[in-house]
């Protein structure tokens, strides 16, 4: 189980290193789902876990390829996306 910062320091690193960030779904009191990428980086999901009310842990798995449900996920949101701007916002 990993912390916020912990998580906030592997996002800095993955920048640093010229990788990209999207995300999937939004986190409520932590980043919620995240895919963490780049050239010459592993695969990086990150998930929110609920502990209690109050709390959130995350969990972090490493992929040297990208899981078929997180590619499908991605391509998804990017395909709505692109139908919210080729409509501009309206369907």
């Known amino acids: 189980m990993y912390t916020t910062s912990q998580v ?3 996002i800095d690193h993955y920048l640093a290193k010229g990788g990209d960030i999207t995300e999937i779904e939004s986190g ?3 980043y919620g789902t995240l895919i963490l ?3 010459g980086l592993k695969y ?3 998930t929110e876990v609920y502990l209690n009310e109050w709390s ?3 969990k972090i798995r490493l992929w ?3 899981p078929k449900k997180y590619k499908y996920l991605t391509e998804k949101q990017s395909n709505s996306l692109t139908i919210k701007i080729n409509n501009n916002g309206t369907d």
């Open 37 to 39: 990428s780049g050239k």
């Open 28 to 30: 409520v009191l932590g």
């Open 44 to 46: 990086a999901i990150v």
């Open 56 to 58: 959130s842990g995350h």
């Open 64 to 66: 040297n390829k990208l």
């Open 8 to 10: 906030s320091e592997l």
